[in-house]
């Protein structure tokens, strides 16, 4: 374990903040590289305000109904709660973490690093490859997407289909989907609408200060595709001249990987 590297991880996830991040500042990391990244006082911010940034943005592009509006602003409400009661747990394990680290009070067992009280993080890798994450526990809503797309169902499954073959997963035989990227949030929510099961999960600290992974399960859907299903399915609509599923299956990742798809790896970039 470099011990020095966990510890530069760990100062710069808590370096001071001098302002509040800005509209234009979160746009352009958003779209430059998709994920969020900084000290852990401006990454939480920038994540809630994207989230009313993108909710604004839908009630001016979309006619939605007012019920539909309640449901989208109930929505935002719960994600913005969420992100802050995690940004509060965030901010005392990180600090907890850091003080064990400093003063060489922690503990190491498999891949874990433990501070005296219990906090812990994982820890995995060397120099350049390490891995450090740190798990938030309870911060969990239920909530409802309203559907704002409005597309034929035979549409809206050629849209779920590529989010399948690329990030989306399954738990309990509902579609998950698990993000750092804010944006990414909202363009499987319009996919996967209705009730929603929402919890971060954890913070990762990065070379770039930290990412938050939040992760959604639609309860108002069931999965209806395995992994490389999808992936040959997405492939042989593509054949026939659909584009639909790979637009998706582009958005899940950029990129997608599997042997013996049209006799040989491929990538979609």
């Not at 990065?206 to 992936?231: I, M």
Request: net charge positive; with cysteine.
């Amino acid at each position: 374990m470099d011990r020095n590297k966990i510890k530069e991880r760990l100062e710069l996830a808590l370096r001071p903040v001098e302002k509040p991040p800005t509209l234009e500042e979160v746009l352009e990391q958003v779209s430059r590289r998709g994920v969020l990244r900084g000290p852990v006082d401006w990454i939480f911010p920038a994540w809630m305000l994207y989230v009313e940034y993108a909710t604004q943005r839908i009630i001016e592009t979309f006619q939605l109904t007012e019920e539909e509006k309640r449901a989208l602003l109930d929505f935002r409400d719960t994600m913005k709660q969420l992100l802050l009661k995690a940004w509060m747990q965030a901010k005392e394990k990180l600090t907890t973490l850091y003080k064990a680290v400093v003063e060489g009070t922690y503990k190491l067992e498999g891949n874990s690093l433990y501070a005296p009280d219990g906090t812990w993080m994982y820890v995995r890798g060397y120099s350049a490859s390490l891995m450090l994450r740190i798990p938030i526990h309870g911060v969990t809503a239920r909530t409802r997407f309203p559907d704002v797309l409005k597309l034929p169902q035979e549409k809206l499954e050629l849209l779920q289909l590529g989010w399948r073959a690329s990030d989306e997963s399954e738990m309990v035989g509902r579609p998950v989907i698990g993000t750092t990227q804010p944006w990414q949030m909202f363009a499987w929510t319009a996919v996967r609408y209705g009730k929603l099961y929402a919890y971060v999960a954890s913070v990762n600290l990065t070379r770039e200060g930290v990412s938050v992974s939040v992760y959604l399960r639609s309860n108002s859907w069931t999965q209806k595709w395995d992994k490389d299903d999808a992936v040959d399915l997405v492939v042989n609509h593509f054949r026939c001249g659909e584009w639909m599923p790979l637009l998706t299956m582009w958005l899940g990742d950029g990129q997608a990987e599997r042997r013996k798809v049209l006799s040989s790896e491929y990538k979609l970039m």
